[in-house]
């Protein structure tokens, strides 16, 4: 069974963007050190462009050779003219307002989320799914995340989009959930940058 990773970056304060979903105030603390992380770690989560640009692109697929984003995480990379941000991953978005897909290489997923994130995890392979954002699509598939690898950066927004919108109620019959609703995760790993970033990953109790 493959596993599902929410990875994503936020604040000190849990948002994933200000209250309009923009993150560049977070692109600064992507420096020498930090790039060089993702790079050796997570090479495949570097957006195609980002990778021909730093001269990366060679680099292979390291942990995911499948990605899953929603349609405002999409919208990001259509509003610069690329319609194929992964096309060194295995591309869906989920969106049933989209129709149409843009690339021959992204599949839209307009309906049952859910169901199409258990038949790729019931797929044969070594290397797991890349869910990219954003929060409702991560609240629609909380259920199904295995793992979340936490970047989080040094800055407090105050107000923004959650990690999880309205939908991770925390019901999960596969995690631990307790009489609050809360589902347990446990701390795998953690690592910290001299820029004051923190990545943290977690796994999922069963």
Do not use: W
């Not at 977070?26 to 570097?46: I, K, N, Q, W």
């Amino acid at each position: 069974m493959r596993k599902l990773t929410y990875f994503v970056a936020c604040s000190l304060d849990g948002f994933i963007g200000d209250p309009q979903g923009d993150a560049s105030a977070m692109v600064r603390f992507v420096d020498e050190e930090f790039f060089g992380f993702l790079a050796s770690e997570y090479p495949e989560t570097l957006p195609t462009m980002g990778r021909r640009a730093t001269g990366t692109d060679h680099l292979a697929n390291a942990r995911f050779d499948t990605v899953i984003q929603g349609r405002g995480s999409y919208d990001v990379a259509l509003r610069e003219g690329v319609t194929s941000p992964y096309a060194h991953l295995r591309q869906y978005v989920a969106s049933s307002t989209l129709g149409e897909s843009p690339d021959p290489d992204v599949e839209i997923v307009p309906a049952d989320v859910v169901g199409k994130i258990r038949e790729l995890k019931a797929e044969d392979g070594g290397l797991g799914i890349y869910l990219c954002g954003g929060a409702r699509l991560a609240g629609a598939l909380f259920e199904e995340i295995d793992e979340i690898v936490v970047k989080s950066y040094p800055i407090v927004y105050g107000s923004g989009m959650p990690m999880f919108a309205k939908g991770a109620d925390a019901t999960d019959s596969a995690g631990v959930t307790d009489s609050a609703g809360v589902t347990d995760f446990t701390l795998e790993s953690a690592r910290t940058f001299g820029n004051g970033a923190v990545v943290r990953t977690y796994a999922r109790k069963r």
